[in-house]
Structure formats: C-alpha cells, structure tokens
C-alpha cells in the first residue's frame, strides 16, 4: 500500500462546460479523497512553472494561452497509487482516442486540433505531483 498524493486540474474547458462536478465525483467514487480544493485564474508564471518540462516545445505557448484562457479547478487527490488511478481514470493524452470510461474518452473530443483542450491534468510520478502540488498550493 502506497499512500500518495497527486494534483489534478480541471482545465478552462472544463470548467466552462460545467464538467467539474462529473470530474470530482468520479475521483471521489474511486475511492480517492479530496484533500485540497480551490477554484482560481492561474498566472501565466505558475503555468510555464507547472509545464516546464514542454517549455520550448511548439504547442506550449497554444496550452499556456489556454490554461489562461478561464478559470481553473485544481485540486490535490489523496490515496493509494492515486498517481497511476488518476492517470488512468483521466485517459490518454488526446481526447479522440482516449478510450472510452475515461474522462478524456467519454467527455471530450477533438475541437479542431485542440489537444490542449482535454478537460484535466493529474500529475504523472511522485516527484512531479510534489512539485506540482507546491506550484499550485504554494
Ligand atoms: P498529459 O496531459 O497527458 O500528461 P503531456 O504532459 O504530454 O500530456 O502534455 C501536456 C498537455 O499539453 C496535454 O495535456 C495537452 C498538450 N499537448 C501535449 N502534446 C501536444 C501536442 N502534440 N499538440 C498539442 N498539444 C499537446
Ligand atoms: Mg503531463
């Protein structure tokens, strides 16, 4: 038994589609618990912290755009293996092709080469929730 915690998002498109609610239930109704919750416009500073690693890439100043596009969710999730769980209820990275039961599957699509519009982001290792959780919840 691995006791972790991981931070989920629920991007702008998310949020403005009114799919938070279906998000948390989902996390809530794996066994997952909520152990921090805010509701916020991020800065442009905390999202090229938050997405370092794709700095430099040719779709990171599009997602950066997006991600300050509208209000975020961000939430950080307690439990075992939450880290892997959460990636596997969120689904592949793009929403066409996530397979369907996943959030990404299920609530999104393909809005016209938008791969950044896919309704989350949860952490992918220890290490990067850690420092994704002091981002967000400095
Ligand atoms: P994930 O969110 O599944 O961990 P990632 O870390 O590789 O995916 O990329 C971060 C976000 O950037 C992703 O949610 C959507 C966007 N993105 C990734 N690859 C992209 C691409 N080839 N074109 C446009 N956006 C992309
Ligand atoms: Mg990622």
Redesign the pocket.
């Known amino acids: 038994m691995t006791t972790e915690r991981t931070l989920v998002l629920v991007k702008p498109d998310g949020v403005a589609r009114g799919l938070t609610g279906q998000v948390l239930a989902r996390i809530e109704a794996k066994g997952y618990r909520l152990a921090d919750l805010r509701l916020l416009h991020a800065e442009r500073a905390v999202l090229e912290e938050h997405?370092a690693e794709?700095r430099g890439k040719p779709?990171f100043e599009p997602?950066v755009q997006f991600m300050l596009s509208g209000p975020v969710v961000a939430a950080v999730v307690e439990g075992d293996r939450v880290i892997e769980g959460f990636r596997s209820l969120a689904g592949t990275?793009e929403p066409t092709t996530a397979a369907p039961g996943t959030i990404r599957g299920d609530l999104g699509r393909d809005w016209g080469q938008k791969?950044?519009q896919?309704i989350v982001?949860g952490s992918?290792s220890p290490e990067s929730a850690e420092r994704e959780i002091g981002i967000w919840f400095a």
């Open positions: 997405y794709h779709f997602l990275t791969v950044q896919n982001h992918d």
